[in-house]
């Protein structure tokens, strides 16, 4: 039995079968001579290029599911159809496993994730402790502890924290829906906490007020007696760097708001090849958008169908740099602009071409506007198209690549790539925000859900720093609290995310493997020793946590053997060698309200 929308009802040896079914319907198809002839019984065809597969019941072959946004049962051989009971279930079904000894037992796969049934579907438990959601993009913004916001294939945006007071770490109930739809770009106020932009697919852009939860539609619309726009599935969205009530949003042209969104000028011509789609408002679009830090109106665009547009102005005159690109083909999909923060003429970019069977990294570099483009794929594999690039905004030679199979990173430029592990799985990395003030770096996976990784080292690495033989990073501040739990205890089928580490991370590094033991003491404002921690002797850049507790000590201080703010400092002995980092405790605002 088949899923089919082609007309001829005989099998052709080497091609899908072919059945009797209406070209603009399709339909349910069934042989009962494996597969020499075909007679259609049902025009059920929910969207065949993506859903339409069929399951049949192992011990009844009368029994017939078909996977679409609901999970279609028929018990009378494909002749009628109704919706499997999936009132707590996540939409758009993609596979369907059926207990061979026992027909109950369904495991059922989803744009949701998975989720089983032991009633044939009457109910349904859903598993909540897979770790698998696909990000399209991300945010963050700029909250103690900040909040990390990202759009979702078919899952709309949502929002939740880096960090929790919470020992068991961060929990699935920590997340909260900011907006629903399918989730792409968004992006969070930097002088508003509460607001956030979040978009649907094709263009449906809204401004939320996360706190009470009210949102505005705000997407730009044609004038009256103008073309509709055309919007990508998942349209460019950026706040201006330069003030945070000014938008780019991207369809065909690009649009520019100086009032959050309430009103939008076109600052453009069509900046796509302009070639239309099957409808009035589909066909080529803007992929993605850049702002020079450095210069207002310095903005870049990047379109689906490889067009790439550079303005000095702020949208008054454009230049078109499409061809400057050595060795790429014209047909490509620009997956990414990034501009620099140290120099105004120089933007890194990235474009895709795996739709066209091109799996290959693509990676440039311009030092003037666009005019002209150099390649950056030394130790890149040959394989793995690339989603997003960014520069640290500390340090100019630091830069961090999201590929199709993991992160990859550079500390001279983009002249050498490795490979980023460190836990991170050979997934598709789809985004990457740089926190400003945590100097942390947000990995969106298109997969595997975010990770968050304290980059800090990496921002004050230099090349010279090699020839030093150890070195302790900056430590940075840090601000104890109490562990207090927020959730009850709720099993295995629960995910948590961890924390990051509490209390102070040195960081330090080692040009060669030590002979001695390497430790790390802290001493505490009057030169006391308040702990003392065992490191590891291998060349490479390391860390150790201190806990900020003082075990001989506990009885002088409060009830969690805590110790008080102010200036610490962190040595790391090599023998007898060593080398300090002074670094400050401050106090939690939060804390000291509750004990007053």
Known sequence: MVATDNADSRAVPGQPPKASADKQTGGICRSQDQGETWTKVNDLCPRPFYFGQIRIDPTDDQRVYVLGVPLFVSKDGGKTFSAVSASHLHGDQHTLWIDPRDPEHLVLGSDGGLSVSYDRGATWEHFSNLPISQFYAAAADLRKPYRIYGGLQDNGTWGGPSATHDPEGIAAGDWFRVLGMDGYYCQADPADGDTVYAEGQYGLLHRVNVRTGAS?????????????????????????????????????????????????????????????????????????????????????????DGRVCVSRDGGARWTDVSANFPGVPAARWISRIECSHFAEGTAYLTLDRHRLDDNKPYVFKTTDY??????????????????????????????????????????????????????????PVHDLVIHPRDRELVIATHGRGVYVIDIAPLQEFSPGLLAFPAHVFDIKPVTP????????????????????????????????????????????????????????????????????????????????????????????????????????????????????
């Open 370 to 427: 666009g005019a002209t483009w150099r390649p950056l794929l030394q130790g890149l594999p040959q394989e793995g198209h690339v989603h997003v690039i960014r520069e640290d905004a500390r340090n100019r030679d630091l830069l961090f690549l999201g590929t199709e199979f993991g992160l990859y990173v550079s500390v001279n430029g983009g002249e050498i790539w490795q490979r980023l592990r460190g836990g991170l799985p050979a997934v």
């Open 216 to 304: 505005k539609v705000i997407r730009p619309r044609s004038g009256r007696n103008g073309s509709p726009y055309r919007f990508n599935w998942s349209s460019p969205l950026l706040i201006s760097p330069h003030s945070p009530r000014t938008l780019y949003f991207g369809g065909n042209y690009l649009f520019r708001s100086v009032d959050r969104g309430e009103r939008w000028e076109t600052i453009s011509p069509d900046l796509t090849l302009g070639r239309p789609g099957p409808s009035a408002d589909t066909g080529h679009t803007l992929t993605t958008i850049a702002e020079s830090p450095l210069r207002a109106g310095v903005v870049y665009t990047g379109s689906d």
């Open 481 to 596: 609290f109490r562990y207090h739990r927020a959730h009850g205890q709720l099993g295995h089928k629960d995910f948590n995310g961890a924390n990051p580490p509490a209390g102070a991370v040195i960081h330090y590094y080692l040009r060669e493997a030590q002979s001695e033991p390497v430790r790390v003491t802290i001493t505490d404002p009057l030169g006391e020793t308040v702990a003392e921690l065992t490191a590891t002797r291998e060349a490479g850049i390391h860390s150790v946590v201190w806990d900020l507790c003082d075990p001989r000590r506990r009885p002088a201080t409060d009830q969690m053997g805590m110790v008080s703010p102010g200036e610490y400092a962190a040595t790391l002995w090599r023998g007898q060698r060593g080398l300090s980092k002074k670094f400050r405790i401050v106090s939690d605002a939060r804390e000291d309200a509750a004990d007053e």
